[in-house]
């Protein structure tokens, strides 16, 4: 895999986590998971349209979907339907750079996938200034640095290279 490739996904998905981390505060991979299974619960009490009832863009951009969406928990479609308002609201150049950032992760070894998840994950634990750092970090090195970072465990995992 190309290691500006690998790169770019680790900054895009470790700048979303410090999007994430400023509005609130760290918390532990159990505290998160616990989180989600709420939002889940929130979005239980939502009604969540048929496939009928959705407009015609909707129906276009979600037609992945169309097969399965009445037979869907009605809590799914919501949060379906949730993340999809959040994807429009994005700038297209940013909705962009994540579309080639999961081409990329497709692309990935399973042990590269792996790593690049426990990376993550260590950084979404990080306080900001911290996860600043490590971008900074990240950015002052060169492809063969940064490869080397990734192939040991990547940033939050394994120490940075010296640059």
């Not at 700048?15 to 760290?26: D, L, Y």
């Not at 990080?126 to 490869?147: D, I, K, N, V």
Request: glycine letters at 4%; proline letters at 9%; one cysteine or more.
């Amino acid at each position: 895999m190309n290691t500006h490739r690998a790169g770019l996904i680790l900054l895009l998905l470790a700048a979303c986590g410090s999007v994430q981390a400023q509005r609130q505060v760290p918390r532990p991979a159990n505290a998160v998971r616990e989180s989600r299974l709420a939002e889940n619960a929130r979005v239980e009490n939502v009604r969540a349209p048929a496939w009928k009832e959705l407009n015609p863009q909707q129906q276009t951009d979600l037609g992945s979907f169309a097969a399965r969406w009445d037979r869907m928990p009605e809590a799914r479609r919501a949060q379906i339907l949730q993340r999809y308002e959040r994807w429009k609201a994005l700038p297209p150049e940013k909705r962009a750079a994540l579309r080639q950032g999961a081409q990329n992760f497709q692309q990935m070894s399973p042990d590269q996938r792996q790593k690049l998840r426990s990376s993550l994950q260590a950084m979404r634990t990080m306080p900001p200034e911290q996860q600043r750092e490590l971008r900074q970090q990240w950015q002052a090195l060169t492809p063969e640095q940064r490869r080397e970072w990734l192939d040991a465990g990547g940033p939050g995992v394994a120490p940075a290279p010296k640059p």
